[in-house]
């Protein structure tokens, strides 16, 4: 278990539709980052949130946002979903930047 | 694309037996990691290797680093069909900050 807690675990979701994706990074941690692993595309890096604040972006597309709340959690929005969207969505943390980054297990995403 | 490449792709060898695989990057980095992702589950970290480190240990795991040509092998020893899975390379770069770039992975599979 590395620390890293995702909710839900898998979504089923239409076309057209919005999701929110959360994350408890583990104690202490204040850097969290947010990939995608499709089939194709493999481990995408999205986006970063060091102590509530954007530090890095990825392959973030515009329908899709996040943000780290005060207490260090964060969320990833996802909207206007579509099928392409469907792949696993990781959420990661580490204590700062640059240091060893624990993985989640990861919300499953079925866009049908 | 700023991301490490694994090679091989896939890898099948017998129990007890070595297995090698390899991560080229382009540009400076500040550190590299290696990762194992067992099917659909997270990913769980394996082993840091800082820029100015050659080789590190852990266990049946060797990593070198070469930043002059801008690689890395992971090595794993007497090999067990528990070490299945995925593995990927993930590289920290001195030019893009905070996040950390996978590899499309090699999928090792230890026959028993």
């Known amino acids: 278990d590395s620390g890293v807690t995702q909710t839900p675990k898998h979504l089923i979701t239409a076309t057209g539709q919005r999701v929110t994706l959360r994350c408890s990074p583990r104690?202490?941690?204040?850097?969290v980052y947010w990939y995608q692993q499709s089939l194709d595309q493999g481990l995408q890096f999205l986006i970063q949130?060091?102590?509530?604040?954007?530090?890095a972006k990825g392959n973030i597309l515009e329908r899709f946002s996040a943000q780290q709340f005060p207490d260090l959690h964060s969320e990833l929005n996802l909207s206007s979903l579509e099928l392409g969207d469907s792949a696993l969505y990781f959420c990661?943390?580490?204590?700062?930047?640059?240091?060893?980054?624990?993985f989640g297990e990861g919300s499953w995403l079925t866009v049908v | 694309s700023q991301q490490g490449e694994e090679d091989p792709q896939a890898l099948s060898i017998q129990e007890g037996e070595n297995a090698t695989m390899n991560c080229s990057y382009k540009?400076?980095?500040?550190?590299l990691q290696w990762y194992r992702q067992n099917s659909g589950r997270g990913l769980v970290h394996l082993i840091l290797?800082?820029?100015?480190?050659r080789e590190k240990h852990s266990g049946r795991l060797r990593v070198t680093l070469d930043t002059s040509k801008k690689s890395s092998s992971l090595l794993i020893t007497a090999s067990r069909a528990a070490d299945t899975a995925s593995y990927f390379c993930?590289?920290?770069?001195?030019?893009?900050?905070?996040?950390?770039?996978f590899g499309t992975g090699t999928s090792l599979t230890v026959i028993p």
């Open positions: 990661a943390s580490s204590e700062r930047v640059r240091n060893t980054i624990y």
């Open positions: 104690s202490g941690d204040l850097s």
């Open positions: 949130y060091y102590n509530g604040e954007e530090r």
């Open positions: 540009t400076s980095i500040n550190n």
């Open positions: 290797i800082r820029s100015n480190e």
């Open positions: 993930a590289t920290a770069f001195t030019n893009t900050g905070n996040q950390f770039y």
